[in-house]
C-alpha cells in the first residue's frame, strides 16, 4: 500500500532536495528534455506550442513547471489534495499564465481522460508507488497518443557493489532519521527506502512496459547519478490504437 502523502506534503520539497543534494532539480530537468519533440529537446527557454503534457503523480508540481518552460499545456494528476494545493501555489507565483496549468485530484491507475489525449505523458519518482503497476503503466499509455512519448524517472539502488552498501546505509538508516527530524515522519522515510529495493529496475522495468499490451518501440532506459535514478522512455507506435 502506498503512503498517504497528504502527510508530508508540506516538507516534501525540501526533504526532496536534502535527500538527493539537490541532484532531483537535475533529473527532472533531463526528464523534460527526453519528453520533448526532438526540435525543441536543446532548448532552454518557453517555446509555446500546441503540445499537451499529462505528469502523473505530479506532486508539489516541479516537473510541471519545468515541462511548462518547455512550452508544453501541462496536466498534472496526484493522489494528494494536499500536494495539489502546493502544486496550484507555485505555478500561481510563476511567470506562465494559469491556463498553461490543470491540475486534478486523480487516481493514475484510473485516469479520467479520453483515449490518445497527450503528446506525452511524465511520471517523475511516482510509478513505483503504484499499487497494480501493469494498470497504471497501461493507464499512462491509453491516454498517450499514438506517436507520443512515455517518459518515467524513478529511484533505484545502484548497480555498483562498491556505490551500493553506502547507499545501503544511507537510505536506511540516514534518510529515516532526517525525516523524523526534519518532517516529524520516520514511517514516510522508511517507506522511501522498502519501496525503491521493491520495485523493478532497468531491464526488468521495461519488460513490465513491454508486457501493457499496447504497441510501442524504441524502449530505453538510462542510468543517472551512478544508477541511483533511472530514466525511461518509451514511444506508442504510431498505428497504436491501444
Given at each position: 500500500?502506498?503512503?498517504?502523502?497528504?502527510?508530508?506534503?508540506?516538507?516534501?520539497?525540501r526533504?526532496?532536495?536534502?535527500?538527493?543534494?539537490?541532484?532531483?532539480?537535475?533529473?527532472r530537468?533531463?526528464?523534460?528534455?527526453?519528453?520533448?519533440?526532438?526540435?525543441?529537446?536543446?532548448?532552454?527557454?518557453?517555446?509555446?506550442?500546441?503540445?499537451?503534457?499529462?505528469?502523473?503523480?505530479?506532486?508539489?508540481?516541479?516537473?510541471?513547471?519545468?515541462?511548462?518552460?518547455?512550452?508544453?499545456?501541462?496536466?498534472?494528476?496526484?493522489?494528494?489534495?494536499?500536494?495539489?494545493?502546493?502544486?496550484?501555489?507555485?505555478?500561481?507565483?510563476?511567470?506562465?499564465?494559469?491556463?498553461?496549468?490543470?491540475?486534478?485530484?486523480?487516481?493514475?491507475?484510473?485516469?479520467?481522460?479520453?483515449?490518445?489525449?497527450?503528446?506525452?505523458?511524465?511520471?517523475?519518482?511516482?510509478?513505483r508507488?503504484?499499487?497494480?503497476?501493469?494498470?497504471?503503466?497501461?493507464?499512462?499509455?491509453r491516454?498517450?497518443k499514438?506517436?507520443?512519448?512515455?517518459?518515467?524517472?524513478?529511484?533505484?539502488?545502484?548497480?555498483?557493489?562498491?556505490?551500493?552498501?553506502?547507499?545501503?546505509?544511507?537510505?536506511?538508516?540516514?534518510?529515516?532519521?532526517?525525516?523524523?527530524?526534519?518532517?516529524?515522519s520516520?514511517?514516510?522515510?522508511?517507506?522511501?527506502?522498502?519501496?525503491?529495493?521493491?520495485?523493478?529496475?532497468?531491464?526488468?522495468f521495461?519488460?513490465?512496459?513491454?508486457?501493457?499490451?499496447?504497441?510501442?518501440?524504441?524502449?530505453?532506459?538510462?542510468?543517472?547519478?551512478?544508477?541511483?535514478?533511472?530514466?525511461?522512455?518509451?514511444?506508442?507506435?504510431?498505428?497504436?490504437?491501444?
Open positions: 500500500m502506498a503512503y498517504d502523502f497528504d502527510k508530508i506534503a508540506r516538507d516534501y520539497d526533504m526532496n532536495h536534502l535527500m538527493t543534494a539537490g541532484l532531483d532539480r537535475w533529473w530537468l533531463y526528464g523534460t528534455r527526453a519528453a520533448c519533440p526532438r526540435n525543441l529537446r536543446k532548448q532552454d527557454a518557453c517555446v509555446p506550442t500546441e503540445n499537451k503534457v499529462l505528469d502523473v503523480a505530479c506532486g508539489t508540481g516541479d516537473m510541471c513547471l519545468l515541462l511548462a518552460k518547455r512550452g508544453f499545456a501541462v496536466t498534472g494528476v496526484d493522489l494528494s489534495e494536499e500536494m495539489l494545493a502546493i502544486a496550484r501555489q507555485k505555478t500561481a507565483l510563476s511567470n506562465f499564465q494559469l491556463s498553461t496549468f490543470n491540475f486534478q485530484l486523480g487516481d493514475a491507475e484510473h485516469l479520467p481522460f479520453e483515449d490518445a489525449s497527450f503528446d506525452a505523458v511524465t511520471c517523475a519518482f511516482g510509478v508507488n503504484f499499487v497494480h503497476l501493469e494498470q497504471g503503466l497501461g493507464e499512462m499509455l491516454v498517450l499514438p506517436g507520443g512519448r512515455m517518459v518515467i524517472l524513478e529511484l533505484a539502488t545502484p548497480d555498483s557493489a562498491l556505490v551500493r552498501p553506502l547507499y545501503n546505509i544511507y537510505t536506511r538508516r540516514i534518510i529515516p532519521w532526517l525525516g523524523q527530524r526534519l518532517a516529524g520516520r514511517e514516510a522515510y522508511t517507506y522511501l527506502p522498502q519501496s525503491i529495493e521493491r520495485f523493478p529496475k532497468g531491464e526488468a521495461l519488460e513490465r512496459l513491454r508486457n501493457s499490451g499496447f504497441k510501442i518501440h524504441d524502449c530505453r532506459h538510462r542510468r543517472l547519478t551512478f544508477g541511483v535514478c533511472r530514466l525511461y522512455v518509451v514511444c506508442k507506435n504510431e498505428e497504436a490504437a491501444g
